[in-house]
C-alpha cells in the first residue's frame, strides 16, 4: 500500500512542481506578447517612440548621420554598436541568428562572409524596392541578391585600393615625398613594390608594410577565383595560384626583411601607427578612417594614386535587415536613407569609406574631397580612379571567409608569431583546409 | 473541511446492508491511514523540500545534456540546423583532430598554471590577513576587490599589457635587460600570460575563504603550539596547513571545474579570439566555439567537444573525490589529535 502510494505522490507533487515552473514560464512569455504588441502599436502610431539599433563594425562614418536621422525622426532613437573588427561582427551575428535572438535592427555584412549567410537568406527581409533600383554599382547589388531575386543588403561602400604612406620616413631613406612622384615609383607589378621597399629599407629603420596577411589580403582580391570556381565549386588552396601568392608575400616579409611583422588589427598593429613602424600600407578608402584614428597625431601620412598589379577593392560592406527585428519598417527605411548617395557621402567626407552609389560617385562633392590629414591629399579623386582601375571581381562564395582564414593563419605563424617557416606552416594550412571537409 | 465531514459520520452508517466491512476494521484503518500520513510526511517532505532544485536541474541541466548527445550524434549546422544522423562520426573527428589534442595540452597547462599559485598565495595572504593588522576589514575588501572587476574586462586590459611589441609589461622588461617576451607566439608564454589573469581575478576570493577557515582554527591549538616552543613558520605548517586541508580541498575543486572551462581570458587574448594562429592558447571550450560558431560551424562536432569535457570533468571529478576522502580522514586525525591535547 505505502509503497503503492509513494511514487504516487511523488508524482503529483511532482506535477505541481512542473506546473509551477511552466506557468512561471508561461507567465514570462505572456509579458513579452505584451510588450511586443506594444511594439506593434508604435508602428500604427508613428509619435510613439521606438528605438533601432545598428551593428556595425570598424569604422563606418555613422556618428554624425544617426544624429542627423534622430533630428529628422524625432520619434526614433537610434543606437550603433560597433565591433572592433569584421571577424568580431561576423561571431556575433552568426550567434545570434543561430540563437534567433539580440539581432540589431540593421546589421552590417562584409562583402567576405555575404556569400554564406546568402545561403540563409530566410533571416533576412527582402528590401527590393523600386525607387531605389539602380541606386548601386551592378556587381554590388548582384552579389547580395539570392537566385530567386531576394535583395538582402543596401550596398555602403566598396574598398578600392591605394597606397597609404609616411612621407616623412620616405624622405629620411631618401624616397621621392611627392605623392605623384611616388605613384610613378610604385606603378608596376608586386615585385616592383616589394623592390622598392627593398631600397627603403636598406636606408631606414623602419619595415616597408605592415603585415604580411594585409598584403596578402590586397594579392589575393586580384584574383578572380581564389579558393572557388564562380559556381562555388571549391577549389581549395592547394594550387599554384594560391601558394605563388603565398610564397612571394613571405618571401617579402621574412627573407626580405619588408614586413613589420604584425599581425592586422592586433594591439601592437594599433600601437604601431605612433612609432612608425613600417612606411606603407595597402589602403582601401575604409582603412582611411582607421589609420587617422590610430595615429592621431602622427605627421606625415599620404596617399598615392597607385596600386601594384593595377587595381584592387578590398571589402566592403552591406546594410541588412533580419526578420527578427521588431521594426521591419522602420529599420528598412533607415538603411536605405543610410546608404543614400547624399549619406554616404558625409560617411566618406567622416571616414573615408568610399561609396557604392553610381550617384555618388559621380557628385562633384566627392570629387572635389580632400582629407587634411592626408597632407590635403585629393582622396575624393584618387580613390575613384583606383576604383575605375579595378579589373577583377573576385569571386567570393559561401566558404570564401572559412578558406581564407586558414591560408591567413598559416601568414601569421610565419610573419609575426614566427613558430613556423613558410613550409612547415603550409603544411598546418593544408590540415586546416582539410579540417574543414569541403574538398 | 466538507470532505472530512462525512468520513466522521460513517461510523453511525455502519449498520446499513450495502457497507459490509466492520466499524472496527474502518476505525483501524483510520488509524492506519493517519499513521501512513504521518509517516509519508516524514520520510517524502525532505524530498519535497529539495524538489525543486533537481526539476530546475531537469529542464537547464539535464535536458541539455542530452540534448547535447542527441546533437552530437547528427550532422548540425550552426544556422541551418539538423541534418543526418552520423553515429559517432564527429566523436571520431574530434579526437583524431591534432587541434583537440593541443587544445587539452593548454587547457591543463593554464589550468595548471594558474591553480597551483593561486592556492599557494591565497593561503600566503590569508595568512597576512589573519595576523594582527590595522584596518583589516579595508584590507580584506582590498583583497576582494579584483574580483568584482568582470572577466572581459580584466582580458581586454592584460591583453594590451602582455602586448608583445608594445605592451608595458615588455617594456618594464626591457628596463632590466631582459629580451622581450613573445606572449602571443610562445604557447608556454601565452599560457603564464592567461593564468595571470585568472590569478589576478581569483586569488583575492580564495584567500577570503581561506582566511574564514583559518579563523576557525581553535586558538589553543597555537597555545598549546607556543607552549610547545614553534615559531610562528612552525605553526603556519604544523597547525594551520593541517587544519585547512578541506577548505584547500574545496577549493581546489572550484579551482579545477573553473580551470577546465575556462573561455573569457583566452577568447578575449587577442583581436581574433581563436586561440592564436598556431593554436598557442586555444582551450578546449574555444575549441569547442569554434568548431560550432567559426568556420566549420558544425554544431554536432562541437556538441561531441563538449560530452568529450564533461567525461574528463568527471574523470578529474572521481580522482578529486578519492583524494577528498583520504585527507577528509587525515583531517580528522588532526582534530583528534588536537583535541586530545
Known amino acids: 500500500m505505502r509503497t503503492t502510494r509513494k511514487p504516487w505522490l511523488t508524482a503529483t507533487v511532482g506535477m505541481a512542481g512542473l506546473a509551477l515552473i511552466a506557468t512561471g514560464c508561461s507567465s514570462g512569455s505572456a509579458d513579452d506578447d505584451g510588450a511586443s504588441t506594444g511594439g506593434g502599436g508604435e508602428d500604427g502610431g508613428s509619435d510613439e517612440q521606438i528605438t533601432l539599433t545598428v551593428a556595425t563594425f570598424n569604422e563606418f562614418g555613422y556618428e554624425d548621420l544617426i544624429t542627423e536621422y534622430m533630428e529628422l525622426n524625432p520619434n526614433i532613437t537610434v543606437e550603433q554598436k560597433k565591433a572592433a573588427t ?31 549567410l546568402l545561403q540563409y537568406s ?10 531605389i533600383e539602380g541606386r548601386w554599382l551592378d556587381w554590388k547589388t548582384e552579389a547580395a541578391t539570392t537566385a530567386d531575386g531576394k535583395l538582402i543588403g543596401y550596398g ?5 585600393e591605394a597606397i597609404c604612406y609616411r612621407a616623412d620616413l620616405f624622405e629620411e631613406a631618401g624616397l621621392p615625398t611627392d605623392r605623384e612622384e611616388v605613384a610613378t615609383l610604385l606603378e608596376g607589378d608586386w615585385e616592383n613594390y616589394f623592390s622598392v621597399g ?45 601558394k605563388d601568392i603565398y610564397d612571394d608575400v613571405l618571401d617579402a616579409s621574412v627573407d626580405r626583411e619588408l614586413s613589420a611583422h604584425l599581425g592586422q588589427w592586433s594591439d601592437d598593429w594599433n600601437a604601431a601607427f605612433q612609432n612608425g613602424a613600417f612606411a606603407t600600407m595597402a589602403c582601401p578608402g575604409w582603412m582611411l578612417g582607421i589609420i587617422e584614428g590610430n595615429a592621431a597625431g602622427v605627421e606625415g601620412w599620404d596617399i598615392a594614386d597607385v596600386f601594384p598589379n593595377g587595381g584592387g577593392n578590398w571589402g ?27 549619406q554616404q557621402v558625409k560617411a566618406f567626407e567622416a571616414k573615408g569609406t568610399f561609396p557604392s552609389q553610381v550617384e555618388a560617385l559621380e557628385s562633384d562633392e566627392l570629387l572635389s574631397m580632400t582629407d587634411e590629414f592626408f597632407n590635403e591629399a585629393p582622396t575624393g579623386q584618387i580613390l575613384a580612379n583606383r576604383a575605375d582601375a579595378v579589373t577583377a571581381t573576385p569571386f567570393k562564395g559561401p566558404n570564401y571567409f572559412a578558406i581564407h582564414q586558414t591560408v591567413a593563419d598559416a601568414l601569421t605563424r610565419v610573419d609575426v608569431d614566427q613558430t613556423d617557416d613558410a613550409a612547415s606552416s603550409w603544411e598546418k594550412a593544408l590540415t586546416a583546409y582539410n579540417e574543414l571537409g569541403l574538398g | 473541511m466538507s470532505v472530512t465531514a462525512p468520513v466522521g459520520t460513517e461510523p453511525e452508517q455502519s449498520g446499513s446492508p450495502t457497507e459490509p466491512p466492520p466499524p472496527p476494521d474502518r476505525s483501524d484503518r483510520r488509524q492506519n491511514l493517519r499513521n501512513l500520513r504521518g509517516k509519508l510526511d516524514v520520510r517524502l517532505s525532505p524530498y519535497l523540500y529539495i524538489a525543486p532544485f533537481f526539476l530546475v536541474f531537469a529542464v537547464v541541466g539535464l535536458f541539455p545534456l542530452a540534448y547535447t548527445a542527441y546533437v552530437s550524434v547528427h550532422d548540425w549546422h550552426l544556422i541551418g540546423g539538423q541534418g543526418e544522423a552520423v553515429g559517432l562520426q564527429n566523436y571520431i573527428d574530434v579526437v583524431q583532430s591534432p587541434v583537440f589534442l593541443q587544445a587539452l595540452r593548454n587547457t591543463f597547462s593554464i589550468f595548471l598554471l594558474s591553480s597551483v599559485p593561486q592556492v599557494l598565495l591565497a593561503i600566503t595572504i590569508a595568512a597576512v590577513l589573519d595576523g594582527n593588522l590595522r584596518a583589516k576589514t579595508f584590507w580584506r575588501m582590498g583583497v576582494l576587490l579584483p574580483y568584482v572587476v568582470a572577466p572581459v574586462a580584466v582580458a581586454l586590459i592584460f591583453s594590451r599589457l602582455f602586448a608583445d611589441q608594445a605592451g608595458m609589461i615588455n617594456s618594464l622588461l626591457g628596463t632590466i635587460g631582459i629580451e622581450p617576451i613573445r606572449w602571443h607566439a610562445d604557447a608556454l608564454a601565452s599560457h603564464v600570460a592567461i593564468a595571470s589573469m585568472v590569478n589576478f581575478r581569483w586569488t583575492g576570493y580564495n584567500a577570503l575563504i581561506f582566511l574564514a577557515a583559518m579563523q576557525a582554527i581553535p586558538r589553543d591549538l597555537y597555545e598549546a603550539a607556543v607552549l610547545d616552543g614553534a615559531s610562528r613558520v612552525r605553526q603556519f605548517f604544523s597547525v594551520t596547513v593541517p587544519m585547512l586541508r578541506p577548505t584547500i580541498i574545496f577549493v581546489v575543486i572550484t579551482a579545477t571545474v573553473g580551470g577546465l572551462q575556462i573561455f573569457d581570458e583566452p577568447r578575449m587574448f587577442d583581436q581574433f579570439g581563436r586561440g592564436g594562429s598556431d593554436n598557442q592558447w ?37 580522482i578529486n573525490f578519492a583524494i577528498t576522502r583520504r585527507i577528509a580522514s587525515s583531517a580528522q586525525a588532526v582534530k583528534k589529535h588536537g583535541g586530545a591535547r
Open chain 1, 86 to 116: 569584421a571577424d568580431e561582427a561576423r561571431d556575433n551575428l552568426n550567434t545570434r541568428l543561430a540563437a534567433g535572438s539580440g539581432l540589431s535592427d540593421v546589421e552590417a555584412l562584409e562583402v567576405d562572409w555575404l556569400a554564406e
Open chain 1, 122 to 131: 530566410d533571416n533576412f527581409n527582402d528590401l527590393s524596392d523600386p525607387e
Open chain 1, 156 to 160: 555602403t561602400d566598396v574598398g578600392p
Open chain 1, 198 to 242: 627593398e631600397d627603403f629599407v636598406a636606408s631606414s629603420d623602419s619595415a616597408w608594410f605592415d603585415s604580411a596577411g594585409a598584403t596578402y589580403q590586397a594579392m589575393i582580391n586580384q584574383v578572380e577565383n581564389a579558393y572557388e570556381e564562380d559556381d562555388a565549386t571549391v577549389i581549395g588552396i592547394d594550387h599554384a595560384t594560391v
Open chain 1, 316 to 342: 566592403g560592406s552591406y546594410l541588412t535587415v533580419p526578420t527578427h527585428t521588431e521594426h521591419p519598417e522602420e529599420a528598412m527605411a533607415l538603411a536605405q536613407w543610410l546608404t543614400a548617395p547624399e
Open chain 2, 282 to 318: 586555444l582551450t578546449t571550450t574555444l575549441y569547442l566555439y569554434d568548431l560550432g560558431w567559426g568556420a566549420q560551424k558544425s554544431f554536432g562536432k562541437a556538441a561531441a567537444v563538449a560530452w568529450l569535457l564533461f567525461l574528463i570533468i568527471i574523470v578529474i571529478g572521481l
